[in-house]
C-alpha cells in the first residue's frame, strides 16, 4: 500500500450539488495531485498543490477547486456537479523534484445521477 | 488529437508468451517518460521509467524512440499476474511537472 488514503470511497450525488473528497498524503510528501478518470480512460489531471498553492491545472472549469492543508492533507471540491462527472477521482502525493513518482491513493467513485 | 495515444487492446497474451505495445506522445517538448500500471477497479501504480537508451526491470523492458515519438512496453514470459491496464505517461517540467496519461492499454494473460 502507499500510504495515500481517501475519503469517501463512494458517493452518490444528485445533479446541482456540491462534493467535498478528502486524501492524505503519504508521510514525507509534500505535493499533491489530483486526476479525474473517466470509466475506460486514464485518468486526467486537475491540479496539483504544493505549499498550500495550486501549483498547476489541467483543463478543467473553476468549479472545480481545491485546498492543501500545512499537514499536506487535501481537498478537492466540486461544485453544480454535472452528470459527466461521474468519474473514480484519484489523489496522488509525491516530492516536490520527483513529482513525475507519485503515489495514489484508492480514489472515491463519484456518481452523479 | 490526444497528446498521448495507447491502442486499448485488449492484447490477449498466452502465458509464457511475450507481449509489446507502443504508445504515441504529440508534444515534443515531453522530457520524461513512464509506465504505470493499473489493475481493475484500482489505483494506478509506477512500473517503471523509461530512459533514452532503453531500460530493462526483470521481464519488462521499454524502449524510447524520441525522433518518431513513442515509447515502447516489452513483456517477456508473461504471467497470469500481468494482466492489467498498462498507462503510458509523459512528464513536461515546463508544464509544473504535470503528469500527462494515456487512455492505457489493456493486457489479459490467458492459461
Known amino acids: 500500500e502507499t500510504g495515500v488514503t481517501q475519503s469517501p470511497t463512494h458517493l452518490i450525488k444528485t445533479r446541482g450539488q456540491q462534493v467535498t473528497l478528502r486524501c492524505s498524503s503519504q508521510?514525507?510528501?509534500?505535493?499533491v495531485s489530483w486526476y479525474q478518470q473517466a470509466l475506460g480512460q486514464g485518468p486526467q489531471f486537475i491540479f496539483q498543490?504544493?505549499?498550500?498553492?495550486?501549483?498547476g491545472r489541467g483543463n478543467f472549469p473553476p468549479r472545480f477547486s481545491g485546498l492543501q492543508f500545512p499537514n499536506y492533507s487535501s481537498e478537492l471540491n466540486v461544485n453544480a456537479l454535472e452528470l459527466d462527472d461521474s468519474a473514480l477521482y484519484l489523489c496522488?502525493?509525491?516530492?516536490?523534484?520527483?513529482?513525475?513518482?507519485?503515489?495514489f491513493g484508492p480514489g472515491t467513485r463519484l456518481t452523479v445521477t | 488529437r490526444k497528446e498521448v495515444e495507447q491502442d486499448p487492446g485488449p492484447f490477449n497474451v498466452p502465458e509464457g508468451a511475450t507481449v509489446a505495445f507502443n504508445c504515441t506522445y504529440s508534444?515534443?517538448?515531453?522530457?520524461?517518460f513512464f509506465w504505470y500500471r493499473q489493475d481493475c477497479r484500482k489505483e494506478p501504480k509506477l512500473l517503471m521509467s523509461?530512459?533514452?537508451s532503453g531500460n530493462e526491470d526483470g521481464r519488462f523492458t521499454a524502449q524510447l524512440n524520441r525522433a518518431s515519438q513513442y515509447i515502447s512496453l516489452l513483456i517477456r514470459d508473461s504471467k497470469l499476474s500481468d494482466s492489467a491496464t498498462y498507462l503510458c505517461?509523459?512528464?513536461?517540467?515546463?508544464?509544473?511537472?504535470?503528469?500527462?496519461f494515456g487512455g492505457g492499454t489493456r493486457v489479459l494473460v490467458k492459461p
Open positions: 523509461v530512459y533514452s
Open positions: 505517461v509523459v512528464n513536461r517540467v515546463a508544464a509544473g511537472n504535470k503528469l500527462t
Open positions: 508521510s514525507g510528501h509534500n505535493t
Open positions: 498543490y504544493y505549499r498550500e498553492e495550486e501549483n
Open positions: 508534444n515534443s517538448a515531453s522530457q520524461s
Open positions: 496522488a502525493s509525491s516530492i516536490s523534484g520527483r513529482a513525475y513518482e507519485q503515489y
